[in-house]
DNA sequence: ATTGTCCCCTGCCCGC
DNA sequence: TGCGGGCAGGGGACAA
């Protein structure tokens, strides 16, 4: 369920609870996730201070002392799980103890994360990082750069916004509700784009992130659990996952039949075909 | 360069 | 109760 609120989520929780504290030793049960984690992982962090956090897209940055930094995705499935058991659980992949006594597991049944290390000098040029877009509650991301990354494409605008170079955090759920909210269809050719739409298309993505940022920090506790769910923003889904039920902005049927559900590249997208034109 | 397809992996839910 | 199929929040590797 990772996507830019959720991490954000994840992060301040690991902030909060981890921030000054020292890494007695790390125990990395798998390497094999989405890439190995280094061999050098566990030597490497272990002693060391955890000065700071940073999210950057759907990566967390976890400050060391000592000028080094653990790269952090949580892919699909991935957890972070505070006070976790002196057993690890099923695909805790590394636990990481702590001077006091308590441990922080890291747990992904699908293994679609990752944990890398890097100097923290070298965060903004490591590969994973360097060509990621802007942050889309930051500065840089206007609806004149999203309007010159969509111009003479013939791609579909969703497939752009999932394109973390283009914009970064953004995936299927969000994408799905931003879309709906700024009226645009997820299968509309990039370039197709206009000024307008482009600016409310902007407005659309930095609201409901900052919803979903400030639902998620409501139920903040949830995420750092083992037994963890999505937080309380699903509950404000207004189309992903809802085919079949109302539109919450149309009158019903006969002018609108409801959400729909297609496919693109392979991914589920959900729309109002009564607000959300190809044309 | 751009675009679309396939794949990685495990768990869960549904229908039969 | 068991089993097969489809689905899931991400994103890299390919081929055309």
């Not at 201070?49 to 999210?55: A, D, E, H, N, V």
């Not at 290390?117 to 991301?141: I, N, S």
């Not at 923003?233 to 009158?251: I, L, T």
């Amino acid at each position: 369920m990772p996507e830019l609120p959720e991490v954000e989520t994840v992060m301040r929780g690991m902030s909060n609870a981890l921030q000054n504290r020292i890494i007695q030793h790390a125990t990395v049960h798998r390497h094999d996730l989405r890439w190995r984690i280094p061999a050098s992982f566990s030597q490497t962090v272990s002693g060391r201070r955890i000065t700071s956090f940073l999210r950057r897209g759907k990566y967390i940055l976890v400050r060391l002392s000592g000028e080094m930094s653990i790269l952090l995705h949580l892919g699909m499935s991935g957890k972070i799980v505070l006070d976790s058991e002196a057993t690890p659980a099923p695909h805790e992949h590394v636990t990481f103890h702590m001077i006091e006594g308590d441990r922080v597991a890291y747990v992904d049944p699908r293994r679609f994360g990752a944990l890398g290390l890097v100097e923290t000098a070298a965060e903004e040029t490591h590969p994973l990082l360097r060509d990621m877009g802007p942050e889309p509650l930051g500065p840089q991301f206007t609806a004149a750069t999203l309007l010159a990354a969509c111009s003479g494409r013939r791609a579909p605008l969703k497939s752009m916004l999932l394109d973390q170079k283009i914009v970064a955090g953004l995936g299927n759920i969000y994408v799905a509700e931003a879309l709906y909210r700024a009226d645009l269809h997820p299968a509309l050719p990039a370039e197709a784009l206009t000024r307008p739409a482009a600016g409310k298309l902007v407005k659309a993505i930095r609201t409901v992130l900052r919803e979903a940022v400030e639902a998620g920090g409501s139920s903040l506790r949830d995420y750092v659990r083992p037994e963890g769910d999505m937080g309380y923003f699903q509950h404000a889904w207004r189309v992903y996952g809802r085919a079949g039920e109302p539109c919450p902005r149309c009158p019903g049927p006969p002018g609108c039949m409801g959400v729909e559900r297609m496919v693109q590249s392979g991914r589920s997208s959900f729309f109002c075909p009564r607000h959300q034109k190809t044309g």
